[in-house]
Every structure is written in C-alpha cells, then in structure tokens.
C-alpha cells in the first residue's frame, strides 16, 4: 500500500514503526507518539539504528496535532495499554507517564483504548487503515460493532497469535463503503 503518512499510537520501543519504515515507501512520512519520553527517546534512536527516520512526538494520543492530520493519515497502528486492571491505576498510569502506562487498561483493558476508538475516524485518510491489537479479554467482536455501528468503520481480524496466556489479535479497520454493508 502506498502511504503518505503512517502514525503509530504509544510507540514505546519504536520496532513497529521501524519496521514499517522497512516494508513501506521511503517518502513516507513516519509520526509517532507516546506519553513517555523515554519511549519517544527509544522510538527515535531504533529508527535512526535502522535508517528509518521517525518523528516521534511526546503526546497523549494525537492531542499536540490531532487538527492538522484531519483525514490525512493512510496507516495507524496502535499496541494499547490493554490489560484490564483497577480504573484508579489507569489514571494514575496516564498521569505519570511512566512504565506502567505501557499495560494498564484498565476495566475490560479498554479505558485508554477507548478514547482513541472516539476519534481515529477523524483521522483516516479517505483509503486508510487503523491497526489495532487487541486482547480477547477486550471483547474484539464488541469493539467491532460498535466502530461500525458509531462510526462506520468496518473491520477484520487480520492476525490472532497465544502469547504465554494472551490470546491476541489484529484488528484492521477501514472506512465502509456508503451503501454497502
Ligand atoms: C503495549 S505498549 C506498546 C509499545 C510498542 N508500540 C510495541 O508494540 O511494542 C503501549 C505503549 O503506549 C503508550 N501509551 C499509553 N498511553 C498512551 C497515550 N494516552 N498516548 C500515547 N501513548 C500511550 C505507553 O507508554 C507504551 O509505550
């Protein structure tokens, strides 16, 4: 697929942008964010180990460009925090910026999640994918309902592995066509 811009969401040791960056074209421009600076810091030097040059930015989600990439990213990719775990540890996790960010979920694991599923389809590019990984304790057919029915987004799980006792899945969403279903 030919892509003009690629976005991954949270991405912490920077090997799936990095990878991209090897499989995709070389023009394509490669954004990352995360709420850790340790991981953005990480992000850029895997790129750079690699000859992949990733902008990463210190952000919660898209919040420091999110108006300027209005419809305008063709690949999204986001590994979230989707362990489920207590609310409180997820707010104390996003507030810190630390380690902990890179698992707490939160309930269903789906609190951080969540909040990204309310605006990626302000972002996809009118051809785009959002990848996403998701846990089967997330309820994956569930989230796919509700980005079709919310936000006409159709979906498909491109990828299901067992790692030790996660059972985890690739979800790969794209803009429904008007008119089909
Ligand atoms: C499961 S790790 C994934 C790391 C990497 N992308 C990978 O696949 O190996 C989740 C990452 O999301 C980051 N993160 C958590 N909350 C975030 C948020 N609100 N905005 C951006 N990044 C976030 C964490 O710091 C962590 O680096």
Redesign the pocket.
Known sequence: MNATIFL??????G??SAFAGKILDTSTLYLT????YR?CNCTRRTGSQNNVTLDAIQ???TQALHSRLKNSVDII?F????VPTVSTEVSE??DL?G?E???AGGSDGMQ?TN??LSVVHELLSFNGRFYL?ALKENNIPEIQSRMKTLYQLESKIVLSRRAGREHLSIVRFKRALPGLS
């Open positions: 991954e969401i949270g991405s912490g040791s090997c799936v964010t995360d709420i850790n991981a952000t919660s989600f990719c590994n979230p925090p989707y996790a996003q910026r380690i960010g890179s698992w951080v909040i990204f990984v």
